[in-house]
C-alpha cells in the first residue's frame, strides 16, 4: 500500500494568509516564548510545599504558613537559598506550589527555565498531523472493539 498512494503536500508555509483553494486559512501564530497560562492549566495537577523542577534542578519552597515544616527543614532550605540563590527559590505568599508531569518529568509552574515552552510549540505546530493521529488511532480502536464484539458474541452462542 505504501508508495501507491496519492501524495499531496498541503502548502503550510504560508501560515495565515487566505488560501485560493477555499480552504480555511491556518491561523496565524508566532512560536511562543514562553509558556501559555492554557498550557500550564493542562499540565498541572499538583501542589507541594517543596518541589524541583526535573528539567533544570531548581528547588522552590512555599512558606506561607512555615508551621508546614518539619524541625530544621525550611531553616536548611534558606541557608541552601542564601548559598545558591538561583537553584533554590522561596516562595513567600504559598504553601502550594503548582507543578505536573510532562514527558515523565516534574515542571513546575512558571519556572525559570522555561523548558516547557519547546512542548507547547511542538504540539502546536504539528497539531494537524497530532490531531489526525489521534483520530485515525481513535478509530482503528472502534473497529477492533467491534471485531471483539463480535467474537464475544459468537462465543456466547457456542455456550
Ligand atoms: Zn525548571
Redesign the pocket.
Known amino acids: 500500500m505504501i508508495g501507491r498512494r496519492k501524495v499531496c503536500f498541503r502548502d503550510i508555509s504560508k501560515f495565515g494568509e487566505k488560501q485560493k483553494d477555499g480552504q480555511i486559512p491556518f491561523t496565524e501564530i508566532n512560536k511562543l516564548e514562553k509558556a501559555s497560562e492554557v498550557f500550564w492549566d493542562a499540565i498541572i495537577n499538583a501542589g507541594s510545599l517543596v518541589i524541583t523542577?526535573?528539567?533544570?534542578?531548581?528547588t522552590y519552597f512555599g512558606s506561607y504558613s512555615e508551621g508546614w515544616y518539619d524541625e530544621g527543614e525550611l531553616e536548611d532550605l534558606r541557608a541552601s537559598a542564601k548559598k545558591e540563590p538561583d537553584k533554590y527559590i522561596e516562595l513567600y505568599d504559598t504553601d502550594s506550589i503548582s507543578w505536573g508531569y510532562i514527558d515523565g518529568r516534574q515542571?513546575?509552574y512558571s519556572?525559570?527555565?522555561?523548558?516547557v515552552v519547546k512542548y507547547e510549540n511542538w504540539i502546536w505546530q504539528h497539531r494537524h498531523l497530532i490531531s489526525q493521529y489521534l483520530n485515525k488511532r481513535v478509530k482503528k480502536m472502534k473497529e477492533d472493539l467491534k471485531a471483539e464484539q463480535y467474537v464475544t458474541s459468537q462465543l456466547k452462542e457456542v455456550e
Open positions: 523542577c526535573e528539567f533544570c534542578g531548581r515542571a513546575v519556572c525559570a527555565c522555561n523548558n
